[in-house]
């Protein structure tokens, strides 16, 4: 999902980063909310309503509905799916896994994160399965670290995934984010230690862990922007986003 603005600073200024920990601070407190009113029965769209609803109770903007041709304060995804699905009329039932992602803008920065949830009591290779993404996007985030490079980000997600017998998304990346949404650099899911751009002071990141249980390859469905996984295995989502600091990364966008 792309928006179309000028070309952002890579680096942020200490106003920038506190209204951008304002924008975390609200995306993390509307994700709680969709958390809490994830059950057997619930669907997509009426979770996308809450989120509207309550974005739009702390002042601030959807980030999504700034993407061209995007409706939705959320992307949803089901299953085999992986990223931007449309929030639609299909209700969750009991062994499914569901990701949310979600962004806000306040007073004109971004935040963005993600989560994927299982939808009652699943299988426990399911289990397993969303266990290494929320813990790899952890380590991750742990290599956000001044004077480490994006390649130390992108190493450690691909080591930790691909050593669990799972799949990179490799057309897929996280990103920086400020006043736009999607900005330099790009933080892929694979890569070399020691490679890349340097990790710099007051850098704002959008860390994604991107995967599925079969081999990683994606395609998109019908309506033009759900993307599933090729071979109809598994898809997972995990993403917050951080600042760095020298005391290390600091999570913008908080939640347990």
Same mark, same amino acid.
């Given at each position: 999902m792309e928006t179309k603005q000028g070309k952002p600073k890579v680096i942020k200024t200490l106003q920038e980063i506190e209204t951008m920990k304002m924008s975390g601070g609200i995306c993390a407190g509307v994700l709680k909310k969709l958390i809490a009113n994830v059950k057997s029965g619930q669907t997509c769209s009426a979770l996308d309503k809450i989120a509207?609803?309550? $974005?739009?109770?702390?002042?601030?903007?959807?980030? %999504?509905?700034?993407?061209?041709? /995007? !409706?939705?304060?959320?992307?949803?995804?089901?299953?085999?799916? &992986? &990223?931007?699905?449309?929030?639609?009329?299909?209700?969750?039932r009991e062994g499914d896994i569901l990701g949310m992602d979600l962004g806000v803008c306040y007073s004109g920065y971004h935040s963005d994160m993600a989560i994927t949830l299982p939808i009652g009591e699943v299988l426990l290779s399911t289990e397993k %399965? #969303?266990?290494?993404?929320?813990?790899?996007?952890?380590? =991750?985030?742990?290599? =956000?670290?001044?004077?480490?490079?994006?390649? *130390? $980000?992108s190493a450690t997600i691909q080591e930790e995934i691909e050593g669990a017998g799972y799949s990179v998304v490799?057309?897929?990346? @996280?990103?920086?984010?400020?006043?736009?949404?999607?900005e330099e650099p790009l933080v892929p899911g694979f890569g070399k230690k020691g490679k890349g751009t340097k990790i710099l002071k007051n850098m704002t990141l959008a860390i994604e862990i991107i995967y599925t249980q079969g081999s990683g390859e994606?395609?998109?469905?019908? *309506?033009?922007?759900?993307? !599933?996984s090729a071979d109809g295995s598994l898809? @997972?989502? %995990?993403?917050?986003?951080?600042?760095?600091?020298?005391? @290390?990364?600091?999570? #913008?966008?908080? /939640?347990?």
């Open positions: 509207q609803s309550e $974005i739009e109770k702390q002042k601030s903007t959807p980030s %999504f509905m700034t993407v061209e041709g /995007y !409706k939705w304060a959320i992307c949803t995804t089901l299953n085999d799916q &992986v &990223v931007h699905g449309i929030p639609n009329e299909r209700k969750l %399965f #969303l266990k290494v993404g929320r813990e790899t996007l952890e380590r =991750a985030i742990h290599q =956000a670290q001044v004077g480490n490079t994006i390649g *130390d $980000i490799k057309s897929l990346t @996280g990103h920086g984010i400020g006043r736009n949404l999607h994606v395609v998109q469905e019908r *309506d033009g922007w759900t993307i !599933k898809g @997972g989502l %995990f993403e917050k986003t951080v600042v760095t600091s020298e005391d @290390g990364p600091i999570v #913008l966008t908080p /939640y347990s």
